[in-house]
């Protein structure tokens, strides 16, 4: 039962449901027509939700048949009513070719009084064997709402301390693994073992560690599989994890297996590898990319015995939902939700209500990624780890629900993925992760490579031989010159930013960038003396692929779609190429041929094709020595008839790989060992090449205190 609701108010405004009005805080009355008032009603009800034009226009006027543009002059006027501007709206915001969303905080006066049905307790101890698993009879309800605002479903915080020991505790760290391949740990809700994943050979497998005697026990035997996340159940006897076979166009399925190890049950497919139970065991948060789509995709549930799959929330692009946590209540999910695109500070942290939808944000500050999250037992706060900028580590966070801020917590310099915490919050495990990587040169008429300096990411060749590379300097990753065989070393930019991905234009003049100075990841071009800095692209921004050889014009990956673009190198119009170039691309060194990566639909495998740039004809489509377990990571081109490419083998070896565009077999070139290729480049002579290689070592930490 509940009885009517008569008001809500926002701003200095008051909607009357029983009279149908509008008026200010004051009494005075804003004269509004009936639909504008429907329209309204529509939007407000659904506030912080996007209303699609068809499902306001529906709503408003039914099955009668009107134009759009009703619609639009019922918003124009509103906004007219209101004081809103349409450029910086304060009460209606609108979703460009979509529809609008109400964004002003909302107060409900004589709210409903709602009389739920009883729910049975779920019982102490979940069956191991999980048939007995069942949908609830009634969701759980919108019970409570805040005097100063709308917050129907947030928990009820007080201004007392937080019932979590681990950060009242002195700060205590213990590193579980040495092996540099852990990649996922999570601890039980008893704090006695860790459940973890290790990579030895490219082959992972699944162990569970007990923490007090140190035994390592496996669960799952080393295998081809790729996991990408793991969870406990709340009654310690059961673990959740996603993983899928090394074919990298295969989905992501969650699993369950019980502790002492067994044959694990597949419980959904195409997961995007988080996961999160709910306090009851019975259900698991997910997220999920259509197929052939990547600009949004949708938070779903499942029950923890399989099927009974359902959307809660659909992200809006560029947005998407990444790392999930249940609420302590079970009442709703706590999300990072936003885009890490373009290197801007898009990613935040949002709760969605369970029983109505509904999604607000947690916090309003933003963080250029965020990689994972666990609400504290008491739902006064969350932990999660995050980079600030593109150019931070990833650090502990805490949030305070209370007064929706975040306060770094972290007390070493180590950097930290995926989190778990005891039921207690007095023991957590992190997965603390760093980098090693070095420029090497392939010495003349040698086998054998030179390690020349420490570097992160792409470098250049200059036309005269030098190389321009990237490294990190205090925290932040600058511009350097050196010669050839390593000496000469001379700093470039001296900037508090990132600054990354060179490449020298064919008269030796300037160097073309990308940096993050201005927020975004935008190209920039210096002197290749250092001075002179310019801007050159302002919207988009990406990534310097090409200049043509009369150094006019600039091709560049969009940060944004992957996609070619190019503009004039001494600035303009950002053009979009339209044609399908693949998901990467090389130009040869004269321009007239672009090489690109895709991947067969039928075989799996990935093949290479090159076209002719003047008449974007297709040249030939090149098999390569993948399978579908591998994939090609660098192409680039050692003269205007071979380009060259590296292979990874499900993570485990790299070898480099030769064409000639006028024969049919690559030949390989050379075996890279086991470490990641990042970036490889040919000498102008096309004699000797260099390459970037390193790893990513990553291992498991015990943590018990961080005060």
Request: charged share 25%; net charge neutral.
């Amino acid at each position: 039962m509940s009885q009517t609701k008569q008001f809500y108010e926002f701003g200095d405004f008051r909607l009357d449901l029983t009279n149908k009005s509008l008026a200010r805080a004051g009494g005075e009355n804003v004269p509004i027509t009936r639909k504008m008032f429907e329209t309204l009603l529509a939007l407000v009800e659904n506030a912080d939700r996007l209303m699609e034009k068809d499902a306001l226009m529906q709503r408003i006027w039914h099955d009668r048949f009107v134009e759009e543009s009703n619609l639009t002059f019922n918003i124009k006027m509103l906004r007219k009513a209101l004081g809103d501007d349409a450029a910086r709206p304060r009460f209606i915001e609108t979703v460009p070719r979509r529809g609008y969303r109400f964004i002003a905080e909302i107060k409900e006066t004589d709210a409903p009084v709602e009389i739920a049905q009883s729910v049975a307790a779920p019982p102490k101890k979940a069956a191991a064997s999980f048939k007995n698993y069942f949908l609830p009879a009634a969701v759980l309800m919108t019970v409570l709402l805040s005097a100063g605002g709308l917050t129907a479903w947030f928990w009820k915080y007080n201004s007392k301390a937080s019932a979590a020991p681990l950060l009242n505790a002195e700060f205590d760290s213990m590193k579980l693994s040495d092996t540099g391949r852990v990649y996922h740990a999570v601890i039980s809700p008893n704090g006695q073992y860790v459940v973890y994943t290790n990579k030895v050979g490219g082959k992972e497998s699944l162990w569970l560690r007990h923490l007090e005697t140190a035994n390592n026990t496996q669960i799952i035997p080393p295998s081809d599989d790729n996991y990408f996340g793991l969870a406990f159940s709340h009654d310690g006897e059961t673990v959740f994890f996603t993983r899928k076979r090394g074919d990298y166009v295969q989905p992501i399925s969650i699993y369950r297996i019980p502790l002492t190890g067994g044959v694990p049950t597949k419980i959904a497919d195409r997961s995007q590898g988080w996961i999160s139970l709910s306090p009851d065991d019975r259900q698991i948060s997910f997220v999920r990319y259509n197929d052939h789509i990547g600009d949004f995709n949708r938070l779903m549930l499942v029950d923890a015995s399989g099927g009974n799959e359902r959307e809660i929330k659909l992200s809006e692009t560029p947005n998407a939902f990444w790392a999930t946590s249940f609420s302590p209540d079970g009442a709703s999910i706590a999300a990072v939700y936003g885009h890490s695109r373009n290197a801007s500070q898009a990613m935040g942290l949002v709760e969605i209500d369970l029983a109505t939808g509904a999604q607000r944000e947690l916090t309003t500050e933003k963080f250029f990624h965020i990689k994972d999250l666990v609400w504290l037992p008491d739902k006064s706060g969350i932990l999660f780890s995050a980079s600030r900028t593109i150019n931070d580590k990833a650090r502990l966070w805490k949030l305070s629900c209370e007064t929706q801020t975040v306060s770094l917590i972290s007390k070493d310099s180590a950097e930290y993925s995926g989190l778990s915490l005891t039921s207690s919050a007095d023991k957590m495990v992190a997965v603390g992760f760093s980098a090693d990587f070095h420029l090497y040169l392939q010495n003349r008429d040698d086998k054998n490579f030179s390690s020349l300096t420490q570097a992160r990411d792409n470098f250049a060749f200059t036309p005269d031989g030098k190389i321009v590379y990237a490294t990190d300097t205090a925290g932040n990753e600058d511009l350097w010159m050196m010669d050839a065989d390593g000496s000469n070393q001379r700093q470039l930019t001296t900037e508090t930013s990132l600054e990354f991905t060179p490449l020298v234009s064919p008269d030796n003049r300037y160097i073309f960038y990308t940096s993050n100075r201005s927020g975004e990841s935008q190209i920039w071009r210096i002197n290749t003396d250092g001075s002179n800095r310019t801007q050159i692209t302002f919207n988009e921004g990406g990534y310097a692929r090409f200049i043509s050889p009369d150094g006019k014009w600039l091709f560049y990956q969009s940060a944004f779609s992957n996609k070619l673009r190019k503009i004039a190198t001494a600035g303009g119009e950002e053009i979009p190429l339209d044609a399908n170039y693949g998901y990467y691309q090389s130009f040869s060194p004269d321009g007239k041929l672009l090489a690109m990566l895709f991947r067969d639909k039928e075989t799996k495998k990935i093949k290479i094709r090159v076209l002719q740039t003047e008449t974007q004809k297709d040249l030939k489509i090149f098999e390569t020595p993948t399978e579908p377990t591998s994939y090609i990571q660098n192409l680039c081109w050692r003269s205007n008839e071979t380009f060259v490419y590296s292979i990874e083998e499900n993570s485990a070896r790299d070898s480099l790989w030769e064409q000639d565009v006028n024969k049919d077999k690559p030949q390989l070139r050379h075996d890279l060992g086991n470490e990641e290729i990042k970036n490889i480049q040919y000498s102008p002579d096309g004699e000797s090449f260099a390459f970037i290689r390193g790893s990513w070592q990553h291992d498991a930490f015990l943590i018990k205190g961080l005060k």
